[in-house]
């Protein structure tokens, strides 16, 4: 197992004969390795929808260290991957390489399911568990787009033709003639190949230990599973792998965007492509995130109970406009008094000067002032025992306001995942008074 801290940038090096298999994972877009290997699941699954557009960059960079020796480098993706029989583990650089437990802490939260011990590296089939713990809580964000309907072709065979009759059809099953025509319709369904799978995926979910229990962890999931088995009625447990095959290919919806994640994601949980480790053929599998994309994620899952709005650009919700006409923006977090923009990086803080990039200051400096708030800032993980918080007060003769640097700080030396849990409570509890 080899083991590497996220966006190492200088490298790791390791011997050419422990990382052989895992050469073939370097220096290719995410984009690329996920078309050609249906193993290998990265999130946000759909990758072209993050800001940072994760599929033209690479999980990891690998370089020549002499005829012995590779330098691996590493970006902003962690997680799992492997080929063959050499695995890869990339781990948070706010954690340490011992215990992942802030990386499942974050997925904890996102996802909303409640498992003390998802251990990425284990021969068992945690990887498959972890697929099914996320599967109410994308199926939440899905429905909250309204149930997925598509056109169908309906085969009629009546008397009250209002479609496209079918000769052949009805020359073989209506001759000699019997007062009814055979005729083909074109319709809007809620009852289609998309939602079929999603049925499939809760009646497959319910068969295994502690299935039901995962799909009643709250009443909207309740509701949300509900609402599947209403519109599906045509379901036959028997048509499984029909339904599968069906959905092989993401549907691709200008409206109903999460649905596509959701697709893919029913298709591995029913196809039971648990990613198995110590495989011996030639795939890629694995199974990764995007660091910027599941910290804001994270901290959405705190700010929103604040009163925060977190805009979603795919969508167009949540914006603000620079101009009486236009200058669409989506700050990452804002409320009338303050707007915030989450970062997952280490900042070096000297004293008290504000480490913040001079694009991301120009553009928090425009969200505040077209808001009229008075705070607005960074928001960003540290490795420390304590919150740390800078702030710099704007010049008298610009604008009235402050520039924050919210740093909340990583419990890093925990002796378990429960006392890690508690720490880091205290520290968001916190960071919470400060930017309320």
Known sequence: MITIQDNNYQGKV???HDTTDLLSIGNKPIRQLCEENEHLLVFPLSIDDTDDRIGDSTIVDIYAEDENSIRIKSGNIMGFVGRKNQQMKIYSRFDNQKHDFFLHYMLQKVFSFNIFNLDF????????????????????????????????????????????IDISRHIRENIPFRGTVAYNTREFSYDNSVTELIRHTIEYIKTIPSGDIILSSDKTVEDSIKKIVSYTHSYNHTERIKIIQDNLRPRIHPFYKEYTALQKLCVQILRQEEIKYGTDDDRIYGILFDGAWLWEEYLNTLLCEKGFIHPENKLGTGAIYLFEHGGQRFPDFWKQNIVLDAKYKKLTINGYRLDIERDDVHQIMAYMYRLKAPKGGIICPFMGDDNKIIFQNMHKDSYLGTMYLYALAIPRDCNSYEEFVKRIAEKENALLKETS
């Not at 964000?141 to 033709?161: L, P, S, T």
Request: proline share 2%; charged share 25%; net charge positive.
């Open 14 to 16: 390791c011997s050419l």
């Open 121 to 164: 590296t284990s021969s068992e089939n945690h990887v498959f568990e972890f697929l099914v713990y996320i599967f109410p809580a994308m199926l939440k964000k899905a429905m909250r787009q309204g149930i997925y309907k598509e056109y169908r072709r309906f085969r009629h065979n009546d008397a009250n033709v209002h479609g496209t």
